[in-house]
């Protein structure tokens, strides 16, 4: 058998996504597919743009500046999120190619993102990442530390604050991390619930996942050299 094409792998899974909108009463238009795209070839990210997929994730900036620079000025309308862990240190690099930077978890990069967006004139939006599994190896605030730094990320820091981001456990059903998310956003009032990877996407439809961050099961596997699960 055949690998499906890019074009067939993306149609398949924005199929799932609505289906998994459906299924929860929600509107397939409220759950976007961000494709992310760290490690994969040439060939795969410009199969994906031809097939008309616009927004993408990747985990670091460095590789993503190498992908995606001279794509910015070529490719109408791309959207770029930064969903892995940011130094301080690279902030004026993220916030100078990234439309959105989704793993805000500590008041040193607050201040850094501030300060990047002043002096670069652009400030993306930005997502709180919450480690809702409280992994000591994982980045994210703490459940309980959330409210408090959502304040601060508005009041002190100025920052445009949409949403929340989670990676759950990988030995963890997901639904409780999912839940828990979606309830710490709702009474900070935030829309924005990028939740969900290719194992468990529908679930966090499901929760009310209004990003879910698809690698493998768009693109094919990443060969040997795995994720950060950071
Ligand atoms: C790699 C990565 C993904 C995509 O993972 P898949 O399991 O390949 O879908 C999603 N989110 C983050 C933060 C990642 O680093």
């Known amino acids: 058998m055949t690998e499906p094409s890019v074009a067939e792998a993306r149609d398949a899974i924005l199929s799932r996504i609505a289906a998994a909108a459906i299924a929860a009463f929600r509107s397939p238009e409220d759950v976007a597919l961000v494709a992310v795209s760290k490690q994969q070839p040439d060939d795969k990210i410009n199969a994906m743009l031809a097939a008309g997929q616009r927004l993408f994730g990747e ?18 309308h791309l959207r770029l999120r930064l969903v892995g ?6 902030a004026d690099d993220a916030v100078a190619l990234f439309d959105a930077i989704d793993s805000l ?42 409210d408090a730094f959502v304040k601060a990320a508005r009041e002190v820091y ?8 989670c990676i759950p456990p990988v030995d963890e059903p997901p639904a409780p991390h999912f839940a828990l998310l979606a309830k710490i956003a709702k009474r900070n009032d935030l829309r924005e619930l990028s939740m969900g ?16 961050r698809i690698g493998s099961a ?10 950060s699960k950071t």
């Open 197 to 212: 990877m290719s194992e468990d996407f529908e679930t966090a439809i499901r929760f009310g996942a209004t990003q879910v």
């Open 218 to 227: 768009l693109f094919g596997s990443r060969g040997s050299a795995e994720i």
């Open 85 to 90: 862990p940011l130094q301080s240190n690279k």
């Open 158 to 165: 100025g920052l445009t604050v949409g949403g929340l981001m």
């Open 105 to 146: 978890d500590r008041p040193k990069l607050a201040a850094a993102l501030a300060n990047a967006a002043q002096k670069l004139g652009r400030c993306p939006d930005v997502l709180i990442q919450v480690n809702t599994g409280e992994e000591p190896q994982k980045a994210g605030v703490s459940p309980e530390e959330a």
């Open 59 to 76: 985990n670091r900036v460095q590789e993503a500046q190498a992908r995606w620079r001279e794509r910015r000025a070529t490719v109408p």
